[in-house]
């Protein structure tokens, strides 16, 4: 694919039509207009075609997307198509939800790692998977090739860990933690803020309420 | 207030002020310009006084920002200032993960009971919070006030589940399965799609690597 930038908005939009266009697998459609479609997903039909126009495009005037081929080309997009090994740090009720999550396998991610501080989780598995102890990290990444690191831990511990997993080469952070990591610039931080999540739900049910004088 | 639209992308930077104010609050800062600010969370100092200017500005020219008064103002925007009640329906590892966020409260949302269709979890508690079975959901909300649910069921339940709460009166829906909720408009609904999250960062690892060669 040619060099260009994609803007952040589409991006965040790439795993929807992913989930659609595997529901619609799933239903047994075979194919769709951008109109069906976008009545399916509430954005408008000129959206969509724009945003896969930025990649190329993929639909066929008077015929419409065929669902598998446009679901194979967003997948490989979104490097669905290639296996990436994961470690979860922090094994508490989300590090947990996260390892029992089998369903990220099918999409090529591979929790090969579950780390936590707790001697009485030593030599215990979810799924499988061994939980070890923190101070075997460094020497885990020399014998794994791990691409992600979850972070599910204590927002005072998150900046020293995501420091030492950074030095170890992991470029990829998957971050549940209460506060934003600020690492170099070459290292990919997603987060997940449930709080800020909840804030926002909060915002709009005051906002509705103060509208309808509830 | 007035009644005037705020933007989305404003509306979902404010729990991240309050989250930074809330960091400068534990360091003892009393007050910060909207250059420190911006150094701070890595956004430009213009931005952070046009958002908030949606409101009414907060600043003093030449003082800056007096950082507990803004976050107060900030938590009343996001409705922190009130008390939201709520459900968690699915007490699987997610809603167990939920279920255990004690910080949750700190912020005004209060989880008032568990549901879930496992009758081996009947009469068992989380933090005190009883876990209940589904067939009782219609009562439960008939004898308390509740504001939220949060959906942590598989997918193949969502809708049906969702349709039997608005039926009960809930206006707002935390959202976390692997699907969109189509409700009536009157219905607020903040999705956390996990998948989605992760394929955005597969989406940048792959591209930086393309980038870089790698």
Same mark, same amino acid.
């Not at 005037?61 to 979860?88: A, P």
């Not at 998957?174 to 997940?192: A, G, K, M, Q």
């Given at each position: 694919m040619e060099e260009k930038e994609i803007s952040k908005a589409v991006i965040s939009r790439l795993p929807r039509y992913y989930r659609y266009l595997g529901d619609l697998i799933d239903a047994g459609v075979e194919r769709i207009s951008s109109n069906d479609l976008s009545q399916k997903m509430r954005v408008t039909a000129s959206q969509i075609r724009q945003d896969l126009n930025n990649f190329g495009g993929f639909g066929q005037q008077g015929y419409g997307y065929n669902v598998k081929y446009l679901r194979t080309e967003i997948g490989k997009i979104l490097g669905l198509n290639q296996k990436h090994n994961m470690l979860i740090i922090g094994v508490g009720s989300l590090g947990h939800a996260l390892a029992n999550y089998s369903s990220f396998e099918k999409h090529g991610? /591979?929790? #090969?790692g579950l780390f936590d501080v707790?001697? /009485?989780? #030593?030599g215990a598995s979810i799924r499988g998977i061994p939980i070890c102890m923190m101070e075997d990290l460094e020497g885990f990444l020399q014998d794994h090739e791990i691409e992600i690191a979850a972070l599910t831990i204590p927002k005072s511990q998150a900046l020293e860990v995501a420091d030492r997993l950074v030095k170890c080469g992991i470029k990829a952070i998957w971050n549940f933690t209460h506060t934003d990591l600020n690492l170099p610039e070459d290292v990919i931080v997603e987060s997940v803020h449930l709080s800020d999540s909840l804030m926002k739900l909060s915002y709009n049910i005051t906002t509705y309420k103060e509208e309808h004088g509830r």
């Amino acid at each position: 694919m040619e060099e260009k930038e994609i803007s952040k908005a589409v991006i965040s939009r790439l795993p929807r039509y992913y989930r659609y266009l595997g529901d619609l697998i799933d239903a047994g459609v075979e194919r769709i207009s951008s109109n069906d479609l976008s009545q399916k997903m509430r954005v408008t039909a000129s959206q969509i075609r724009q945003d896969l126009n930025n990649f190329g495009g993929f639909g066929q005037q008077g015929y419409g997307y065929n669902v598998k081929y446009l679901r194979t080309e967003i997948g490989k997009i979104l490097g669905l198509n290639q296996k990436h090994n994961m470690l979860i740090i922090g094994v508490g009720s989300l590090g947990h939800a996260l390892a029992n999550y089998s369903s990220f396998e099918k999409h090529g991610f /591979a929790v #090969k790692g579950l780390f936590d501080v707790n001697p /009485a989780l #030593k030599g215990a598995s979810i799924r499988g998977i061994p939980i070890c102890m923190m101070e075997d990290l460094e020497g885990f990444l020399q014998d794994h090739e791990i691409e992600i690191a979850a972070l599910t831990i204590p927002k005072s511990q998150a900046l020293e860990v995501a420091d030492r997993l950074v030095k170890c080469g992991i470029k990829a952070i998957w971050n549940f933690t209460h506060t934003d990591l600020n690492l170099p610039e070459d290292v990919i931080v997603e987060s997940v803020h449930l709080s800020d999540s909840l804030m926002k739900l909060s915002y709009n049910i005051t906002t509705y309420k103060e509208e309808h004088g509830r």
